[in-house]
């Protein structure tokens, strides 16, 4: 899975994507520290990017620093499931449903286009079904049209994904909680709003409720 950047976006921006994939997809593992010279070297951005970048991913509580240590990725705490599970119970469902309702004809065909991708999505690769599970939550949440619930539903994602990856090995056919998608998506292209809330619910819930089975 890879971020895909909008037109015009900033290193800046671009860097926080880059890092957050990384960080949430444990290629940056728990722990990991993350060197803002090396990674604006390999990146072509230098460093003032990617310190911008680990101020917002600090906090999205991606990342923590600490004077004279550096900077690292957080801990992924099981504790806070229940924290998380809160919030999004609540955001998922109206971003699912402000999307059904205001949603352009240019966010439609995108929602459309994911929903045949998941429709044919393979069942043997669990991190790419991840990947493309975090795809489609992007583009409900792009097509809300609200950036500031964007901006908190990207973070929260980010953490529950990161719950995913931990037990990744563990979890029964991570793509049949991906396939999911196709029905909310359908909603949301056919404006149907109340449809599109209960099934962003219902997906959010059994997130949950998978992990909670596999502890």
């Avoid at 994939?21 to 060197?35: A, H, V």
């Avoid at 059904?100 to 991708?117: C, D, G, I, P």
Wanted: glycine residues 6%; aromatic residues 4%; proline residues 5%.
């Amino acid at each position: 899975m890879s971020a895909m950047p909008h037109e015009g976006v900033s290193n800046a921006d671009r860097a926080y994507e880059i890092i957050l994939e990384r960080i949430m997809m444990l290629t940056i593992r728990p722990g990991d520290p993350i060197n803002d010279e090396q990674v604006g070297t390999e990146l072509g951005f230098g460093r003032t990017p990617v310190r911008e970048a680990l101020k917002r991913l600090e906090r999205d509580r991606l990342v923590v620093s600490y004077p004279r240590r550096g900077t690292f990725a957080t801990a992924v705490d099981l504790t806070d499931l229940a924290d998380i599970s809160e919030i999004r119970t609540e955001l998922e469902p109206l971003a699912a449903a402000r999307a059904a309702r205001t949603a352009n004809a240019e966010r439609r065909a995108e929602l459309r286009t994911l929903a045949t991708h998941i429709a044919d999505m393979p069942d043997s690769d669990p991190l790419a079904a991840l990947g493309n599970d975090v795809q489609v939550h992007r583009a409900i949440y792009r097509a809300s049209g609200n950036p500031y619930l964007e901006d908190v539903l990207i973070g929260l994602d980010a953490h529950a994904t990161r719950i995913w990856c931990m037990f990744l090995d563990s979890l029964p056919r991570v793509s049949d909680h991906v396939h999911e998608h196709v029905p909310l998506l359908e909603a949301i292209i056919d404006g149907d709003a109340r449809t599109a809330e209960r099934l962003a619910l219902a997906h959010v819930a059994g997130f949950e409720k998978t992990i909670r089975a596999v502890l």
